[in-house]
């Protein structure tokens, strides 16, 4: 065979390993286990929580947020304006940063007055790696079986969102 030949082969069968491969990556872990993580919480008060100590039978939105995220900010504020449009979920706010830090984002945005806003640290990042997570903020909405529905990555629309939610 000619050199050129050799390598145009060479090419072709990198080529296909690069192609098996990518269709062979697996899925994130929130799809291959489409519930509710079951990872340990720290609440801005220091205790610890799983997805056990959430209310049943209602729709989750799990909202993973930076505290230095200017787009969560934004979409903090939007939820905080139209809190009616969620009256019937309860929002799990996870923040991968230490929980003192959490703690100045829970006072600036007043989460004590909401009700059905549960916010917590998970310090270990092992939430980034279950949601594959490459931009905040991550959005998941969950049924009322705990069941994964729909999630965004990066900035939603909250009309998009509460499209989601019954």
Same mark, same amino acid.
């Given at each position: 065979?000619?050199?050129?030949?050799?390598?145009?082969?060479?090419? &072709?069968?990198?080529?296909?390993?690069?192609?098996?491969?990518?269709?062979? #990556?697996?899925?994130?872990?929130?799809?291959?286990?489409?519930?509710?993580?079951?990872?340990?919480?720290?609440?801005?008060?220091?205790?610890?929580?799983?997805?056990?100590?959430?209310?049943?039978?209602?729709?989750?939105?799990?909202?993973?947020?930076?505290?230095?995220?200017?787009?969560?900010?934004?979409?903090?504020? #939007?939820?905080?304006?139209?809190?009616?449009?969620?009256?019937?979920?309860?929002?799990?706010?996870?923040?991968?940063?230490?929980? =003192?830090?959490?703690?100045?984002?829970?006072?600036?945005?007043?989460?004590?007055?909401?009700?059905?806003?549960?916010?917590?640290? =998970?310090?270990?990042?092992?939430?980034?790696?279950?949601?594959? &997570?490459?931009?905040?903020?991550?959005?998941?909405?969950?049924?009322?079986?705990?069941?994964?529905?729909?999630?965004? #990555?990066?900035?939603?629309? &909250?009309?998009?969102?509460?499209?989601?939610?019954?």
């Amino acid at each position: 065979m000619t050199r050129h030949l050799m390598a145009l082969c060479l090419c &072709l069968l990198i080529f296909g390993f690069a192609a098996q491969a990518q269709t062979t #990556e697996k899925p994130p872990a929130y799809k291959q286990y489409p519930v509710i993580p079951a990872f340990p919480l720290t609440l801005v008060n220091g205790q610890t929580i799983t997805k056990n100590d959430l209310k049943k039978n209602v729709q989750t939105l799990v909202f993973i947020f930076s505290v230095e995220c200017d787009h969560c900010k934004h979409m903090t504020e #939007e939820v905080e304006k139209n809190i009616d449009k969620f009256k019937n979920t309860q929002i799990v706010m996870i923040t991968p940063f230490q929980p =003192e830090r959490m703690k100045e984002y829970y006072d600036t945005y007043h989460i004590k007055d909401y009700p059905n806003i549960t916010m917590a640290s =998970e310090a270990t990042r092992q939430i980034m790696y279950f949601y594959d &997570l490459h931009y905040f903020p991550g959005l998941y909405i969950y049924d009322k079986k705990g069941k994964f529905v729909k999630g965004w #990555e990066g900035t939603a629309k &909250l009309d998009s969102l509460t499209a989601y939610l019954k």
